[in-house]
């Protein structure tokens, strides 16, 4: 008899409440327990990827990720028609409470640390303001830490959120018990420099300024990685911008300006020279050479006449064209290169952040240790107070100073660096990538060439003068839109300088341009044009065309006055740089790939140029491809690297384990992208890199330390011999550590 498979179906879930990656494992593995539930939760992008089946419903799953002490709700849709900057707007205004937490506890908390390192500032009623001061500190501020630590304790779990929590809880609560009911709200108290280590009661002393301290740090941290996360869908928000917003449809004879929303599929529509193509469609008039460059990758405009296909968001480059849509709103390529890179987003696995590891040991060994502490004193007649005395100390040590600013001060040092640089890094998960890369995939147009069609070289026939071919054709060529023709008009302005007005012009569609300059009848485009006026290339002209061909470049044909006179070379240049930054990246131990939209000729050529291996190029390859091609290469156990600049690169580069953006591409590219590099230089990428893992390497070491100070003087604590001030110094003395090894990284430089 035969088993009947039940039919599963997939939602994704908005996720709020998430404080660490922890948060995230813990919301999977509830769901993962759910019969037939299959759970994927991303803590830098807020989302669950859920597949279920018949027998489990949404609100089912909604109220397991609530039962976890989280929320979770279906997300809207994003509509390529809404309002620019709109949800912009949105997601700024959600970091609003965490910024006000933040400014009040910046505010609050420096006068209490002034007062309690200074022993100056400390006049006869000091401590009563630090208390004021500190309150809303400690409460208000530290809100968020207080509310997730609970979460996390009903849940028998610890985060950094608990640590955070019990730390500047037992100091501000230890504080209050010394000022009301110790000694140390007695006029005139001080906190004086005296290092030595002995037994006391701790009733006169105050730990206000770590309760505050740390608050104030850990929520600096907090809202700069905040502000990084929030960015998690601007990719998609690029992608879905880049359409055109208007179009103008033929409707009886007339045309009419309509929103790109309204548009159906078989309505026809105009596309002017300049404009962008709205949806998918086919031609139905005209010719034209149309860019689809930041779609495809094809650095070399395509010629389209009547029964071709155009894609939306392309850009016509020539003639008019009238186009029967056949594809709107979500079936267009656009929209399905949008839900590609969320699909990419959603699909790479969240960065563990360093201290929640390494805290989530730690943590409960502190406790642990408080509580072993406190009963040991009690069992041998110490006395509640002293007893008392050094399980807080314990707990106040293992308070997190040093490690609050472990990865915001080393990582903002860095990024500083990076900026001046020329290296954009948008946020600690990108680190730990750099690290494990060993595969770096490179996009080919706009990334290790220029983007832009240039004169390469010009072939001439006996008797015939380079100046005078570049002053004919690049005059000839002046006077039309097409990419190719630009290309040979501006080479040839920059060799021969002023070039001269053509007498006559015409466009031949799909073949090229012919005139009349200087009283000759010139023709400029493919053979074909000037098979048409009976001319032939000379055996060393059409050796030529064939071996820039085989090169993959564009050869041109050039004759005046009944006779073929030259062929010129049209190709996407490479850049200067490009070979070196190979180079450099082979050094760094990655595997550099060619990744390409164009043909395997090119791709090959290309290749030879900068020194990539031939078993490493892949040509002629669609985005999705693209993106299949990364998930082939991480499948292989590869990390990978993209460095991309094009629309088309976008889910590639979300894909990636890291992705590089030149910031001279798109901006759906550059919001795809872990790192941005503002140069257009592929040496950056090698820079980045290698900035990249000298700043993660910073924050290990910082966190390493932090942890190490912490640990060496919680013997100490457990002993009841730790007094305030050496308390207070190994906080100073490991904060100064860290802020010092981070400083370090303001002496990176880039390679030679």
Known sequence: MATTVPDTAEVELAIGGMTCASCAARIEKKLNRMEGVTATVNYATEKARVSFTDGVSVPELIATVEATGYTAREPEPVRADEAPGAAGAEETDGLRPLRQRLVTAVLLAVPVIAMAMVPALQFEYWQWLSLTLAAPVVTYAAWPFHRAAFTNARHGAATMDTLISVGTSAAFLWSLWALFLGSAGTPGMTHPFELTIARGDGSGNIYLEAAAGVTAFILAGRYFEARSKRKAGAALKALLELGAKDVTVLREGREELIPVGELKVGDRFLVRPGEKVATD??????????????????????EVGVGDAVTGATLNAGGRLVVEATRVGADTQLARMARLVEDAQNGKAAAQRLADRISGIFVPVVIALALGTLGFWLGNGAGITAAFTAAVAVLIIACPCALGLA????????TGRGAQLGILIKGPEVLESTRRVDTIVLDKTGTVTTGRMTLLAVHTAAGTEETEVLRLAGALEHSSEHPIAQAVATGAADRV???????????????GVQGVVDGHAVLVGREQLLAEWAMELPVGLARAKA???????????????????????????????SAEAITRLRALGLTPVLLTGDNQAVAA???REVGIDPEHVIAEVM???????????????RSVAMVGDGVNDAAALAQADLGLAMGTGTDAAIEAGDLTLVRGDLRAAADAIRLARKTL????????????????????????LLNPMIAGAAMAFSSVFVVGNSLRLRGFRAAD
């Open 407 to 414: 990865t915001p001060t080393a990582l903002m040092v860095g």
């Open 497 to 511: 300088g002023t070039l001269p007005a053509p007498e006559d012009f015409a466009n031949v569609p799909g073949l």
């Open 623 to 637: 985005p999705e491809d693209k993106v299949d091609v990364v998930k082939r290469l991480q499948d292989e156990g």
């Open 697 to 720: 390497g910073t924050i290990r070491s910082n966190l390493f330390w932090a942890f190490a100070y912490n640990i060496a003087a919680l013997p100490l604590a457990a002993a009841g």
């Open 605 to 607: 050529s290309v290749a």
């Open 547 to 577: 071996d820039a061909e085989t090169a993959g470049r564009t050869a041109i044909a050039v004759a005046w006055d009944g006779e073929a006179r030259a062929v010129l070379e049209v190709a996407d240049a490479v850049k200067d740089t």
């Open 281 to 302: 469609g086919t031609v139905v008039e005209g010719a034209s050479a149309v860019d689809a460059s930041m779609l495809t990758g094809e650095s070399v405009p395509v």
